[in-house]
């Protein structure tokens, strides 16, 4: 062995190079083995679709949550008088409604048929007027038709006619019975439309982009799901 080859430089090259190599062999190791469980993965799944439905409502059930945290309990606070079924019902289902909505009009009477099977189910209607400036017109006299009582009658009247315009609002007003003076003096407090308001907001926040929307227990449906759907969720929110 010459000097050169034993020297602490010599030595020292030696050394860096052969955890360079180990470096090296570790990385390309990790990745074969990453490779070979992404495979192993694949393979699984492929072998067992039946656990994708699974996995999919497990994701659903964790975005659900994700978007009702913070706002739960203040979704079932209804808007003084606007609500449906039992107004001491021990279960809620919150909707999301626009007089001007078709779906909503076709949603009522499945909506009718859970409160029939369900006494003690409460339905906490929630005015989202985003289709026209109608739709506003409407939900602000379905807010005082609230105050006065009278929103169910004024509610049903409304999907009865045609579509919110200031007939079709009056008329559903008078079919329900309310003092149009003490109405008028309701549409214009404040707090009608900060009611109103908040219920765009919690749309947001639940990124609902459309009318009915649900929420009901832990669980949130955007459209007309229809009533199978609907009573699922319900007998789950009952446990």
Known sequence: MNATSSSPLAVLRLAFFALAFALLGGVIGW???????????????????????????????????????????DLKKPFPGAVLGNPEGKVTLVEFSDFACTFCRQSEAEVAALIQANPDLKVVIRQLPILSPASADAARMGLAAARQGRYAAYHHAMY???????????????????????????????????????NLEYARKLGFEGTPSWVIGDEIHAGAVGGEVLAAAVKKARG
């Open 160 to 198: 009865a006619g045609g579509r919110p315009d200031a007939a079709s609002i009056a008329a559903a007003a008078r079919t329900a019975g309310l003092d149009m003076a003490r109405a008028q003096k309701d549409i214009a407090d404040p707090e009608v439309a900060a009611e109103i308001d908040r």
């Open 31 to 73: 990745y074969w083995q990453g490779r070979h469980m992404e495979q192993v993965v694949h393979d699984y799944v492929l072998a067992n679709p039946e656990i994708l439905p699974q996995a999919m409502e497990n994701l659903r059930k964790r975005e659900d949550a994700k978007q009702l945290a913070g706002v739960s309990a």
